[in-house]
Each structure stands twice: as structure tokens, then as C-alpha cells.
């Protein structure tokens, strides 16, 4: 399976004690220049995704987490405004159902993985499970787990959903699916600015979300709950690029180009055709060329 590809974003083993940045470097391209430069990694990918398609042995999982207005639905689309839409496949997940509580947590995701040949991405995902609900232990209540209650929230409880994690990333990657996670690390002033602006423009009044700003009361529990997860859970088959948030050119640009380079650095060809095959496209080409020869 291929490796994580080279990146100063890509998740540093002591992640646990690093501080990861939110804002591009100091040499960082200038807006324009990243504005350009997203355009060729957006043509490039929709390339790469046709030779994927057309290859039909492997799919790729996009897997953004981030904390609220740090642009995942976005970055989402812009990166893959180039791709035809029948080859990507973007699911939300959002508080599950009944149903899909009456299911180990992975199921609800599980049923969404894309097939090969496409793109699948996840906006939010199974990393809910270790990220929002370990801050708020509360909802495990409704998933009637079978363990005792002062086992369930146990440290040794979310260790062990994350080994659960890790090894559904490591089955799906053995079958042809390349994972690759993005945290988009947006800084606690930024993600005020941002819930401010929705509040402020009427146009983007709909966005807003007073839960938002409950859940910032939770950073420090929440920036802990990132970190664990990412170190938990980072492997070469399924890595994590911790990307900043902060400038959305840049955040965008920087996903891309990682989408774009992975899926370069994956074995695809083109399909061969077998004499036979080739024999039977000349006679057909023939006969298309005479009935032009005739309507003409």
C-alpha cells in the first residue's frame, strides 16, 4: 500500500507533545499565488480521479475532522470542484440514528466507504466517537453499550476504540481503499472570527449555530481529545496531515496538493485491451468510418 506522502503537515510521532500550527509558514505563497496554484492541483486530481475510475482497483477516503468553522465544508469543495460527480461520493455524519445507534459504531460509516474506483469523503466521521463524545461522555448512555457503567468513558475504554479504529483502517487499506485524514487546526481567535461573521453578514445568518459557541467552553477538552486520537491512530496506511486552518487559501491548497500527490504516487494504469479485444474495436471502427462515408 503506499506510503504517506512527504509533508511538513503530516503528523509528528510526539504529536501528543508538539504544537501543532494553525497558520501557514512565514514564507508561505501569497493568496493569488495559492489561488493559481489550487487550480492546478484541482485539474490534476480531476485527471488522477478519471485514471482511477478507469483502473477500477482501488478508492480513496478523505476523512475531515476539524472543530466548528474551520472550513471542512469548504475545503471540501473546492478541492474537488474539478471532479466529475459521479466518481465522488461526500457523506456528512451528524448525531446518528436510532437505527444506527442499534449498531457498533463503526457500522453507520462503514456502510458509506467508497467504492473502488471513486472518491469518498467524510465530513465528520467515526472519529466522532473518540473526539465529541469523549468530551461529552454523556451520549454514550444512549448506545446501551454491553459493559458495566464505570467501565464505560474508562480511559481503557477509549484506548480500546481506538485500537478498533486503527484496525478498520487497516482492514479497508488491505482491500484497496487509501485513507488519508485531515485535521484542520483553526486557532480559538479565528474560529471566534468566524462564528462572528456568520452572525453579522445576514447571508450567512443560516450557518450560525449557538451550539458553536457552547462547545468553545470545551476547547481544552477537545484539543486533548485531537491530539490522543491522531497518535492513537496515525499509520503509514492511513495518515494524518494536521493542516492549518487559519488561512483558508492556504488549508485548501495544502489538502489538495496531498489528495493530488498520493493518488500520483498509486500504481494506476490506463486499461490494456487483448488482441481479441483490439481485433473487434478496429472491425467496429471500420464500420463507423463507412456509414460516415455513406451519410456523407
Known sequence: MSQPVSSPWLAPADVLASSLPTAPPADAPTRKELKGMLADRVDALADLQRKLYADDRFSVL???QALDAAGKDGTIRKVLSGVNPAGCQVHSFKSPSKEELDHDFLWRTSRALPERGRIG???????EEVL????????LGGQRLPRGLKDVGADEFWAERMQSIAEHERHIARNGTVVIKFFL???RDEQARRLLARIEDPKKNWK???GDVEEREHWTAYQSAFREAISATHRPWAPWYCIPADDK???RYTVADIVVRTLQDLPLRWPELGPDEEAEL??????LKAQLGTSG
Open 282 to 287: 478496429q472491425t467496429h471502427a471500420a464500420l
Open 121 to 127: 469523503v467524510f465530513n465528520r466521521s467515526y472519529y
Open 208 to 210: 450560525f449555530n449557538a
Open 132 to 139: 465529541v463524545v469523549r468530551v461529552h461522555p454523556g451520549y
Open 62 to 64: 478523505l476523512v475531515f
Open 249 to 251: 487559501a492556504f488549508m
Open 185 to 187: 487546526n483553526v486557532s
